[in-house]
Nanobody, 126 residues
Framework: QVQLVESGGGLVQAGGSLRLSCAAS????????MAWFRQAPGKERQFVAS????????DYSDSVKGRFFIFRDNAKNTVDLQMNSLKPEDTAVYYC???????????????????WGQGTQVTVSS
């Protein structure tokens, strides 16, 4: 199990940028596939981006592709989400998620992950 703590959320105008960070505890961080999800009020939790245990494989939802970028640093036990060209529809609570790697690529569903952070609020004003 790994403990995750997100930071970096806030209020930003449309077109602006934010960088979220997720800090993980434990010495086995490099054994985990990592992902970011988001959840807007009244909506289901939605996949945003993922990075495999090595960082070699990344994946993005269509809604953020080309605007958001996921980076992981296994030496620092962190995974960041750089968010550019933000839109009001990006407003949500953003969650960091982890799943111990057992030979599979990172999934895109919430049930594909076993460990979650507490979330950080991102609000994009128009």
């Amino acid at each position: 199990q790994v403990q995750l703590v997100e930071s970096g959320g806030g209020l930003v105008q449309a077109g602006g940028s934010l960088r979220l960070s997720c800090a993980a505890s434990g010495r086995a961080f490099s054994s985990y596939n990592m992902a970011w999800f988001r959840q807007a009020p009244g909506k289901e939790r939605q996949f945003v981006a993922s990075a495999s245990w090595s960082g070699m494989n990344t994946d993005y939802s269509d809604s953020v592709k080309g605007r958001f970028f996921i980076f992981r640093d296994n030496a620092k036990n962190t995974v960041d989400l750089q968010m550019n060209s933000l839109k009001p529809e990006d407003t949500a609570v953003y969650y960091c998620a982890a799943k111990r790697f057992r030979g599979e690529f990172p999934g895109t569903g919430p049930n594909d992950y076993s460990d979650w952070g507490q979330g950080t609020q991102v609000t994009v004003s128009s």
